[in-house]
């Protein structure tokens, strides 16, 4: 055996056969969030052969995190390494032929059309609902389609919107769910094969497309329980689009806000997330803060320990300062520590 058989199974596959694979060669796919369900999404991809992959994740790797993201490792959580230079590092050693590009950034109105704008395809491996409905704006902004797929407990469900036809994210979800009304992985847990299950779920969506331009789940949502084994699928009726404030005033709502520009406390992690500014020096500051403390750097992040703090700048400017909850604190420790 050699190179030239590496996708040999997935050409046999009718549905894909030669054809189809040099379509998956030619692709672009952004895997927007590389946690439980982007790890598996990307390393799916990546072995099928799509040629470019985009990884876009704001954290850093942490150890409760090994037990369902599959592309990291204990050293990964023990420097807290980026999430999306991880991820690229382990599928360049799985794949080397293909195009894998790592940007650890928060997504937000001011780069996700940047973000999107050469991409064939998005995985929404995202955790929560801003983020979500603002791909959605973007989706139906620039024409993009993109896999939506979320996962809590042993649920989870997987859906195909186009970009173009109705229905669209929106029409599910109108307006953003109250504070609290939603389970999350940090107050509900999750289990590793329902997240395995869900992003493969996406990523057969996603090969379908790229290969015959259509999805059958375009326009529907499946939902599906490992712990009952019971799944449904349903169709996103006419009503629900008819009152799409997005499909029927285009009124891009989340894309002209600024939902990310408030400091976020993160759930279960006793940490607060600064929104960045404007793109800071790795270096200049990594130098300014060895005369102070601990100092980790490489070239998406640099981090200082001042017990009881740790505070982990980005090179856009955002930060996550650790050991608190308090806002005002880490607005506080950003001020003295940054200076922005």
């Not at 590793?192 to 996406?202: F, K, Y």
């Not at 270096?283 to 601990?294: H, L, N, V």
Request: glycine share 8%.
């Amino acid at each position: 055996m050699t190179r030239s058989t590496r996708y040999a199974r997935q050409i046999q596959f009718a549905p894909i056969a030669a054809s189809g694979q040099a379509r998956i060669a030619a692709a672009r796919v952004l895997v927007l969030g590389v946690g439980a369900l982007g790890t598996v999404a990307a390393e799916l991809l990546a072995r099928a052969g799509v040629g470019f992959l985009r990884l876009v994740d704001r954290d850093t790797v942490e150890w409760s995190n090994l037990q369902r993201q599959s592309l990291f490792e204990e050293s990964d959580a023990e420097l807290q390494v980026a999430k999306a230079a991880a991820a690229a590092a382990r599928l360049t050693r799985i794949n080397s032929e293909i195009e894998i590009e790592a940007e650890a950034c928060d997504v937000d109105p001011g780069n996700i059309l940047r973000l999107m704008s050469d991409i064939d395809l998005v995985i929404d491996a995202t955790d929560n609902f801003p983020t979500r409905l603002l791909l959605n704006d973007a989706s139906v902004k620039l024409g993009k389609p993109w896999v939506h797929g979320g996962c809590v407990g042993a649920q989870g469900q997987v859906g195909f919107f186009c970009g173009v036809d109705r229905p669209c994210f929106r029409c599910v979800v109108p307006e953003l769910p109250e504070a609290g009304s939603v389970a999350t992985c940090d107050t509900a847990g999750v289990l590793n094969a329902a997240t395995h299950t869900i992003a493969s779920l996406q990523v057969g969506q996603a090969i379908q497309w790229i290969v015959s331009g259509n999805a059958s789940l375009q326009g529907k949502l499946q939902s599906i329980d490992l712990w009952t084994s019971r799944t449904l699928q349903i169709e996103i009726g006419k009503s629900a689009q008819a009152n799409c404030p997005l499909c029927q005033q285009r009124s891009f709502d989340f894309l002209n806000g600024d939902f990310a520009a408030q400091p976020i406390v993160l759930c279960g992690r006793n940490a607060v997330q600064i929104p960045g500014g404007r793109a800071v020096s790795i270096d200049r500051i990594a130098d300014q803060w060895r005369e102070t403390g601990e100092v980790q750097q490489n070239r998406f992040l640099v981090r200082l320990n001042v017990d009881p703090f740790e505070i982990t700048l980005f090179a856009d400017g955002r930060a996550i300062i650790a050991g608190t909850e308090e806002v005002a604190k880490a607005r506080s420790l950003y001020a003295q520590y940054v200076g922005q």
